[in-house]
């Protein structure tokens, strides 16, 4: 059920608050500016290091043979990423001779969602309801539940364990007869779980710790009803006097029943004296705390394991001796990467150039924001002052809120033609054409716009004649 609680902010503290946005806004409004600034540089620098190095790469045709004619030469190369070296989870005892070796933890617990609704009251006053919802999920962190503020979820969370995130890499992989340099492994991405061969004295160690935690918090529990062992076979001894007299055929089919007899005797011996961990549970790569993985509680556990398997990858970087090193331009940008599968040097050009054009315009739209919410926190005082009477306030904020926003596009687009003219002459000559268009429409047209819509209700607001005889 959703637990609220409202608060009232009067008059005199919004409007004191207003005010000191006008500081944040500022900083905003040059930080969005900046950005704009930045990126558009970024751009163009990073789209001529992709140029100059897709004319400057060469095909590593056999990776597998040093070539010294390569050395300090661009190169694009396939090859399979391998490596001898052994990683190991000294915790848990799992070891595997991989690339990386990774253990990713989550926690089973309660999660608190907010939800705000703002009403603003006659007087200048602000009424907040904020709406608390409570649901189970699996999260990275242990979430505490001593801060929700519904006393009724408080201290509902806990935790059967403590287990880190953990993640290694090996230190020699190899590219046919080359090394990769670290920033390189690390962008191996051959990603496959690890069967888990954990020893069982450590199995029955965390079982204890995780039941003796469990039962702090929950209470003593019943046992899970294990499934129950069959007796053993048993059959019948054929005395010596009578099977002496039986063929011989028939003689070594009941010497291998026997056998059998026994193995399977001795097995379900075993079954019967092993103990049955009720709080640790094992499948494929995931390690399970909790009494039933498909019906989780809350302070249930889950560690998986993944590795980084040898894989065949595309590098394209400069060689250096039986290693590699990044690509700098002339602008003094530097590159390198490494791709999963065959590419060619083409390919991995292309697709760097798409990723740099969507950062360009992602940061763009982040900069354009930024800019204008500094702008609306600049000018907000004005809205907030007009809170006394709602109605007004929220006609003359959609104003403000309006002429912030075509300020701010329009500012933001100076900037990136500044920024162009700067570093691209033409285009940056269009965008400030652009803007002064923006600028010009609102500021002269939208003026005229005005006197027109104003000369119009003065008409209308004048008195009819009245008619006359003389008229009729």
Known sequence: ?????????????????????????????????????????????????????????????????????????????????????????????????????????????????????????????????????????????????????????????????????????????SFGAYKLNESLIHSISSREGVDLAIAEDLLAQFDKSTQAAYERFYGVQKNIQQPTQQPAQQQVAIPDSIKALLPDSVKAALDSLQAVNDSINKQMENAENKKDLEYVHQASNVLYFGRVPGSPEVGDIRVT??????????????????????????????????????????????????????????????????????????????????????????????????????????WSLIVIALAWLFYRPLLGIALLALAGFLVWVFAFKGKDKLKELAGKASKNNQPQPVPTNENV
């Not at 992709?50 to 030469?73: C, F, H, I, Q, W």
């Not at 590098?315 to 940008?333: E, I, L, R, W, Y």
């Not at 760097?352 to 969507?358: G, L």
Request: glycine share 10%.
């Open 1 to 173: 059920m959703a637990y609220q609680e409202t608060t009232t902010v009067g008059y005199g503290s919004r409007v004191g608050n207003s005010f000191k946005a006008i500081g944040s806004g500022i900083l905003l409004f040059c930080l969005g500016t900046a950005l704009l600034w930045w990126n558009e540089g970024r751009a163009v620098k990073t789209e001529k290091m992709l140029d100059e190095a897709g004319n400057a790469y060469v095909e590593m045709e056999n990776p597998n043979k040093k070539d010294a004619s390569l050395e300090g030469e661009l190169i694009c190369g396939t090859a399979m990423a391998t490596t001898e070296d052994s990683l190991s989870d000294a915790q848990f005892g799992i070891g595997a001779k991989a690339i990386a070796l990774r253990r990713t933890v989550e926690y089973y617990q309660w999660v608190e969602h907010a939800q705000e609704e703002h009403k603003d009251k006659l007087g200048g006053k602000e009424e907040i309801v904020t709406t608390y919802t409570y649901t189970k999920e699996w999260v990275s962190r242990p979430v505490q539940s001593s801060d929700f503020h519904d006393p009724a979820y408080q201290k509902k969370n806990f935790v059967l364990t403590t287990v880190e995130d953990a993640e290694q890499y090996a230190e020699n992989v």
């Open 305 to 410: 394991f993944e590795q980084i398997v040898p894989a065949k990858v595309t590098v394209m970087a400069v060689v250096d001796g039986d290693t590699f090193k990044p690509f700098k331009a002339k602008n003094g940008k530097r590159f390198q990467t490494l791709v999963m599968g065959k590419k060619s040097g083409d390919e991995i050009i292309d697709s760097a150039k798409e990723a740099n054009n969507a950062w360009l315009w992602i940061l763009r739209i982040v900069g354009i924001m930024m800019v204008i919410g500094g702008l609306k926190g600049i000018f907000g005082f004005i809205e907030t002052i007009l809170k006394v009477v709602p109605f007004i306030a929220g006609i003359f904020g959609w104003g403000v809120g309006l002429v912030c926003t075509v300020i701010g596009i329009a």
